[in-house]
């Protein structure tokens, strides 16, 4: 059974740079596609990246492109998510999940577990 726990939230002023943790542990890595997704105050959930398992195929969403940068260190059983640039409208909490590859991850199939997520707040 896999377990997940993210880290790395907090407030930073918009322009600002964080960057998220998600520690995995489990018998199912590192051979599964992982990525993050986002829930801000009154949204649904949202896909922001993902990535496949050996690191090479990434996945992000539109609003992210360019300002965030999704990675993987699979002998530590980590995936991180670097965020740049940071806007108020990327406040959210954060979690990470799983599935079989980064495609899977994007289009919600067959994820799972959730981690209990991490908040991000971008505000002056």
């Known amino acids: 059974q896999v377990h997940l726990v993210e880290s790395g939230g907090g407030l930073v002023q918009p322009g600002g740079s964080l960057r998220l943790s998600c520690v995995a542990s489990?018998?199912?890595?590192?051979?599964?596609?992982m990525g993050w997704f986002r829930e801000g105050a009154g949204k649904e959930r949202e896909f922001v990246a993902s990535?496949?398992?050996?690191?090479?195929?990434?996945n992000y969403a539109d609003s992210v492109k360019g300002r965030f940068t999704i990675s993987r260190d699979n002998a530590e059983a980590t995936m991180y998510l670097q965020m740049d640039n940071l806007k108020p409208e990327d406040t959210a909490l954060y979690h990470c999940?799983?599935?079989?590859?980064?495609?899977?991850?994007?289009?919600?199939?067959?994820?799972?577990?959730w981690g209990e997520g991490t908040l991000v707040a971008v505000s002056t």
């Open positions: 999940t799983t599935a079989r590859d980064s495609v899977a991850v994007m289009e919600l199939d067959g994820v799972g577990p």
């Open positions: 489990g018998s199912a890595l590192p051979r599964s596609g």
């Open positions: 990535i496949s398992a050996k690191g090479t195929i990434t």
